[in-house]
């Protein structure tokens, strides 16, 4: 199993800057990627942003140039610097963690943690 615990969200202005924070624990495997959902009301959940274990990222275009993810893989962390917010990034956003196999795959999720962008 694998325990993923988030950190970071809340209030922020429109303009403004979060920083999001998820630390995993447990069955990790080398071979991953580590990433940051999110869901509005009423939306699906969508993908915000993904590191994989042995480099490369992807992001959704609606966050290219203000989303910045990172990961330090000695502490099994990823991070998600937010700048530019915009009232549509508001969302619960999710830590998520694949351990990859091959030619199989295994989701983890964490709690979930609010990002409210409003004035």
């Known amino acids: 199993q694998v325990q993923l615990v988030e950190s970071g969200g809340g209030l922020v202005q429109p303009g403004g800057s979060l920083r999001l924070s998820c630390v995993g624990s447990g069955s990790i495997f080398t071979m991953n990627s580590m990433g940051w959902y999110r869901q509005a009301p009423g939306k699906e959940r969508e993908l915000v942003a993904i590191?994989?274990?042995?480099?490369?990222?992807n992001y959704a275009d609606s966050v290219k140039g203000r989303f910045t993810i990172s990961r330090d893989n000695g502490k099994n962390t990823v991070y998600l610097e937010m700048n530019s917010l915009k009232s549509e990034d508001t969302a619960v956003y999710y830590c998520n963690l694949r351990n990859i196999l091959i030619g199989s795959f295994r989701d983890y999720w964490g709690q979930g943690t609010q990002v409210t962008v409003s004035s």
């Open positions: 590191a994989f274990s042995r480099g490369g990222t």
